[in-house]
């Protein structure tokens, strides 16, 4: 009788942002092995069960998770939920990620649906980085909202901007101003192929007066984020910046591929990871919060439970409330 098959060691990574919540297992030598892009919606307790659940569908009888990480806006959250062996911060997952790919990089262009980012790397340490939360006018946000006032799903917009022969400037200071400055493009006769065109220059332009503002970029160049896909888009990185821009294979969800590879470095250590399985969507989890009193300082104090069970506390500046629960 054959013996039953070897399950292969594998590694979970979450990347928890405000537009996408990403959900990949990788194997040992980094691969992934299964993904899921997700829209969080505004319910990232809910998304991350339904991605880690629906990742499990596919690999969880021939994969046995040994560590796992999160990253994003919603980092400490999402720990809570699965269970994660390393929390860390975007700019170090998404450098991890890059380096995996091309260990030469030095450049790290990532830009999401609500925010953009530069990473600087020099010899394979990140050395400076910049992030714009503020102006929509250089996030992914930008191109959807102009996508639907053109009535162009956002997923040809790229297509489209290849097909420019003059590319229309439009102001991309700000995205009120740009889309002014569309409207008025359009009523003045330019065709939309050079419209599209104008408003994925504009948005490079944003981006590297703002983002990019005194920072040398050198290539090599990795182009990161659900934006990357936008062909148009890279095409005018590569214009305005000189160089090759490349479009890793995995670019919308690298920021959970660092995360999982931090999880493998951080199993390493430890030899075990706290990991609670795929079958976290069948549990119950639910955030409280309270304003304390105890000083001027008023904090925010979020609760997170597990079933009934309080977890843990975090949000204050003193430390009063944020330990774990026993």
């Known amino acids: 009788m054959k013996g039953k098959r070897a399950m292969i060691k594998g590694y979970l990574g979450v990347d928890v942002g405000s537009v996408s919540t990403n959900v990949v297992v990788i194997g040992e030598d980094g691969s992934v092995l299964a993904r899921q892009y997700l829209r969080t919606n505004g319910r990232p307790i809910e998304t991350v069960q339904r991605g880690v659940s629906l990742v499990g569908e596919e690999v969880e009888k021939e994969v046995m998770i040994v560590g796992s990480g999160t990253t994003g806006s919603a980092r400490y959250l999402s720990s809570m939920i699965i269970g994660a062996d ?145 062909r148009g888009l890279v095409k005018a990185f590569e214009k305005y910046l000189g160089m090759e821009v490349i479009v890793p294979e995995n670019y919308d969800v690298m920021g959970a591929v660092g995360a999982a590879l931090l999880a493998k470095e951080a199993v390493a250590r430890k030899r075990k990871t706290a990991f609670k399985g795929f079958r976290i969507g069948d549990v119950s989890f639910r955030t409280t919060s309270f304003e304390c009193k105890g000083c001027s300082n008023l904090c925010e104090v979020v609760q997170f439970y597990e079933g009934e069970e309080l977890v843990a506390r975090w949000g204050d500046r003193c430390g009063r409330w944020e330990v774990q629960a026993s």
């Open 86 to 230: 390393i929390v860390k911060n975007e700019i170090t997952a998404h450098a991890v990620a890059a380096l995996a790919v091309n260990p030469e990089v030095q450049t790290i262009i990532e830009i999401g649906g609500q925010d953009s980012k530069i990473i600087i790397l020099r010899d394979g340490v990140v050395i400076d980085f910049a992030m714009n939360t503020v102006c929509a006018a250089g996030t992914g946000s930008f191109l959807d909202q102009q996508a639907a006032r053109l009535r162009i799903p956002i997923e040809e917009f790229g297509d489209f901007a290849l097909k420019a022969k003059n590319p229309v400037r439009i102001a991309g200071r700000c995205a009120v101003f740009a889309e002014s400055d569309m409207i008025h493009k359009q009523q003045l006769g330019y065709n939309t192929e050079d419209i599209i065109a104008g408003l994925c220059e504009a948005l490079v332009r944003n981006y590297l007066n703002n983002v990019g503002k005194g920072k040398e970029i050198l290539p090599p160049v990795l182009f990161q984020g659900g934006v990357a896909a936008n």
